[in-house]
């Protein structure tokens, strides 16, 4: 299981590779949000978003000789762009298994990083059939999104950084907003701040509908969502929280927090116009609910995770018409 | 005259007070221009541009006692906001004139840093004398945007940082490519790389129609633009190179490249898909000159500034619009 120690190795194997990301701040955020705020930008991350630490985690991890036949990953998003990179970077084969209606932006940037991409059809057949037979016939290591203990101490860096960052900003205490799908990045960030920033209390964020998280932390059991589609932050949309980061997340967390699309829409225009960065609304999830729920939540300090910045430009537009000022 | 000593103090003075911005790149860039591409990413200033270094540096050197009076600029744009959160962070009063026909969210920016805003009438009073007539009653000191060594100084803090990064990134030479209005952010940052990075070479880039500092490099004395307004690109366009940064960028720097207004805006939008950050047509033009007009410079390394992101949310759709894919 991930511990402290796996993280620090994480953030050892991981130094030179990823982005240290920057903290951002802006009075305008601390006004609206009534506290401080701090951004950790992790929009600027390699490929966009955080997705390439616990990519880059997970394969450093492996033994050479399992390594150098390649990587596989299910996904037509952040993680699918951050296992491919992180996998050129180390000079391997990566194979990314794809619906066939992905949108056609999401597989050329995933072959630009170098990846093979192999498509299904949803309708028939199961990417985990077609995965299983490519992983065997060619040796492949499957590399999970989020349920997997070197990807969670992979995401985990990010709250070294944080600890980092808010010890030489003067922090002692804070809120860490973080956004919230299978939970790797809110488990990862958990453990880290638990022994580095005791002080520092993590809640995970999500959307409204999509809240499985917020809902099992209430009941203390897995609870699901009732849909897959239907958000516009589909970047953490998962159907409930992974077995190994749920266990972390109810013991270490506070409670989650949920906002709306239009919550979301609204704080990617306030990053656009405040902090001059991109945020996805998956990625603004966090930052929407600093500035929105606050009464969700304690203390002077809220930091802020901006955990990606894929979004398509049409959507981008679309915030700032309705929230651009 | 600014020289190495002088932007290695304000360095020292501004250390801990402005950000550390990061440099930032992408394979999707690099492969658009035909080179390396590495982006100062200066929009992530505090303040959202460069400015806001020049003005430290200037009154964080001022005596104290001349400074607890106050300092007052000239500028509607990035350098009012610059001169307000470093007069701010003082503890010292701020004045700046605007015009009265100033965009009301750009007065409100400064108010909200902590300035008074006096307005003037664009066609029936001279800014000079109002700013004569305030500076001589409470005893302000005029912060001018380029034309003073200690501004340049403070720009020159961004050359020192570029070194220090390439260096990291292993680079021994690059051109580097520097948005250009007066002159203040190109003359310090070839200052520094002179003294610190003798393998670079600095180009201002200007827009089209205010390629003032060009062809003034180009004939070897101070030539004019015909106007002063009609670019997007309006927080770099100034009548003519200073008089005091053209004699260093005649002495240093490589010839200038001018872009079309189309041309920053497809940078806008580059840098929004893939680096995730906000810049304005001005700060945008340096990185269109990477990407659009290789063949003007030499090497396998450009260094881009991206120096602001102040921008309206109606122009970065429009931007997003026409080359966001």
């Known amino acids: 299981m991930t511990d402290i120690a796996m993280i620090q190795a994480a953030r050892d194997r991981i130094s030179g590779h990823a982005r240290y990301t920057p903290f ?3 009075p305008f955020l601390d006004e ?3 506290r401080r705020v701090l951004v950790k930008a992790e929009c600027l991350q390699l490929t966009g978003s955080f997705k390439f630490r616990g990519a880059w985690s997970a394969i450093s991890a492996l033994d050479q000789e399992v390594r150098k036949n390649g990587v596989i990953a299910f996904s037509s998003g952040n993680h699918a762009q951050g296992v491919a990179l992180a996998a050129r970077m180390h000079g391997v084969p990566c194979v990314i298994v794809m619906p066939s209606d992905a949108p ?24 985990e059939a077609i995965g299983a037979h490519l992983a065997q016939e060619r040796g492949l ?6 349920d997997e203990p070197l990807v969670i101490a992979g995401q985990g860096t990010i709250g070294l950084e944080i600890a980092d960052q808010a010890r030489e900003a003067g922090i002692e205490r804070a809120e860490v907003l973080v956004p919230c799908g299978g939970g790797g990045l809110t488990s990862g960030i958990s453990l880290a701040l638990e022994a580095c920033a005791p002080g520092f209390k993590v809640h995970p964020c999500e959307p409204a509908g999509f809240d499985d998280t917020t809902r099992s ?11 897959m589609a239907g958000s516009i932050c589909d970047a953490i949309v998962t159907p409930s929280p992974g077995e190994i980061t749920f266990p972390i997340m109810r013991r ?24 001059k ?3 996805e609304p998956g990625g603004a999830v966090a930052l929407a609910a600093a500035l929105f729920h606050g009464s969700e939540i304690d203390g002077d300090t ?20 309705r929230f651009g000022g």
Chains 1, 2 share one sequence.
């Open 302 to 321: 809220a930091i802020v995770v901006a955990s990606g910045g894929n979004v398509d430009a049409a959507l981008f537009r679309q915030a700032l018409e």
């Open 217 to 227: 932390l209430a009941s203390g059991k897995f609870e699901r969502n009732e849909k």
């Open 24 to 26: 951002l701040d802006s």
């Open 104 to 127: 056609r932006l999401k597989v050329e940037n995933t072959r630009a990083y170098g990846a093979e991409v192999v498509l299904y059809d949803r309708a028939n057949e199961s990417r």
């Open 32 to 34: 609206i949000a009534g």
């Open 252 to 275: 270490i967390c506070g409670a989650g927090i949920v906002v709306t699309d239009d919550e979301a829409l609204h704080a990617m225009a306030i990053a656009f116009s405040r902090l």
């Open 277 to 279: 960065i991109v945020i």
């Open 141 to 146: 290591t499957l590399i999970k999104p989020f």
